[in-house]
């Protein structure tokens, strides 16, 4: 096309523009008006099924879920990617939101999660009936999707209910990516919070500016009384080995099953959620949180 006008342009050939010029397309949900409308209507580890709008992040990346719990939606047009599905009422609130966006929930072919709690998956199932998409999980979460119960080497094993259970398609390794047209994702094993974890790590490119983009997964040491993550050594280093993983992302946005993780409302508020040092204090503050958790274990 470029050398088509340059051409026409030499020839000095004008070309009418015919009765009306094509208006240029909007941006949807535009992080600078939709994220003071998220931090307006939320507040900081809010009810997981309380209503919140839709924001576009960056580029093609959206936050779709609810006050308390995200998901995110990776659209393409070869089909989107939705990363979490919240608990099984607020699956029908990321549904409307993905519609709200103007998208259609049969163009979500892949489904992903974080963690394998209530909270995250508990809707899965339903959003697999409304899209239709292909449900992707680690290995040891694929049991617990299948099932809806939480694993018997899960920390906080007991302290949740049961949720609908769906269907997983295929099983994702460490460090496989996963490609749908442009889009592709990067799976990073990150268990501590629970064994199946994963963080999801791709890049978005918005006016030829483009970023990488983390949802990064909660990794906090959450846990029924009795349960002791220093008596699972093997488990610890692990757990330590994910931290650490999160940290050397090359992460200029950084999103996470609970927005108020990452500080979204504030952030939204200011319509900023760019900074190149959020990763790496994120697994500080997660490290500092592990440290406090093992020393009272040890009475400390």
Same mark, same amino acid.
């Given at each position: 096309m470029?050398?088509s006008?340059?051409?026409? /342009?030499a020839?000095?050939i004008?070309i009418? !523009?015919?009765?009306k010029p094509?208006?240029?397309? =909007? *941006?949807?949900?535009?992080i600078e008006t ?8 939320c507040k900081?580890w809010d ?7 839709p924001?576009?992040i960056?580029?093609n990346t959206y936050?779709v879920?609810?006050c308390?719990i995200?998901a995110?939606?990776?659209?393409? $047009? =070869?089909g989107?990617?939705?990363i979490d599905?919240?608990?099984?009422k607020g699956?029908?609130?990321?549904a +409307?939101?993905?519609q709200?966006l103007g998208?259609r929930?049969?163009?979500?072919k ?8 209530f ?6 199932a339903?959003?697999q009936q409304?899209?239709? $998409?292909?449900?992707l999980?680690s290995?040891?979460? *694929? ?7 939480a694993?018997e080497d899960d920390?906080q094993?007991?302290?949740?209910p049961?949720?609908?259970a769906?269907?997983v398609?295929?099983?994702v390794k ?6 749908l @047209?442009?889009?592709?994702?990067? $799976? ?6 629970t ?7 791709? @890049?978005s &490119?918005?006016?030829?500016?483009c970023r =990488?983009? %983390?949802?990064?997964?909660?990794l906090t040491?959450?846990?029924?009384n009795?349960? #002791?993550?220093?008596? #699972? ?10 931290? $650490? +993983? %999160?940290? /050397?992302?090359? &992460?200029?946005?950084l999103?996470?099953?609970?927005p108020? *993780?990452s500080d979204m409302?504030?952030? !939204?508020a !200011?319509? =900023?959620v760019?900074? #190149?040092?959020t &990763?790496?204090d994120y ?9 406090? #958790?093992?020393?009272k274990e040890?009475?400390?």
């Amino acid at each position: 096309m470029f050398v088509s006008l340059v051409f026409l /342009a030499a020839q000095q050939i004008v070309i009418p !523009l015919g009765p009306k010029p094509r208006q240029v397309e =909007q *941006a949807i949900a535009p992080i600078e008006t939709a994220g003071p409308l998220f931090a307006a209507a939320c507040k900081d580890w809010d009810d997981y099924d309380k209503p919140a709008p839709p924001v576009r992040i960056f580029g093609n990346t959206y936050l779709v879920g609810t006050c308390g719990i995200s998901a995110i939606l990776i659209t393409g $047009a =070869q089909g989107h990617i939705l990363i979490d599905g919240g608990t099984e009422k607020g699956a029908d609130l990321i549904a +409307k939101n993905i519609q709200d966006l103007g998208f259609r929930l049969r163009d979500v072919k892949f489904i992903l999660h974080s963690h394998e709690h209530f909270d995250h998956v508990g809707g899965i199932a339903r959003l697999q009936q409304l899209t239709g $998409a292909e449900l992707l999980s680690s290995p040891a979460a *694929a049991v617990v999707l299948n099932t809806g119960l939480a694993g018997e080497d899960d920390p906080q094993r007991g302290m949740s209910p049961p949720f609908p259970a769906a269907h997983v398609d295929r099983v994702v390794k460490e460090g496989e990516m996963i490609r749908l @047209g442009d889009n592709v994702l990067i $799976a990073v094993a990150t268990p501590g919070h629970t064994p199946g974890a994963l963080t999801w790590h791709w @890049g978005s &490119c918005q006016g030829g500016v483009c970023r =990488q983009i %983390v949802y990064a997964d909660s990794l906090t040491p959450v846990s029924r009384n009795n349960y #002791r993550f220093s008596d #699972r050594p093997a488990y610890l280093a692990a757990y330590r080995a994910s931290i $650490a +993983k %999160v940290a /050397a992302l090359d &992460c200029d946005i950084l999103l996470t099953p609970h927005p108020a *993780a990452s500080d979204m409302v504030k952030r !939204l508020a !200011l319509a =900023q959620v760019e900074n #190149r040092n959020t &990763c790496r204090d994120y697994a500080a503050g997660l490290t500092k949180q592990l440290n406090e #958790r093992l020393a009272k274990e040890a009475g400390k």
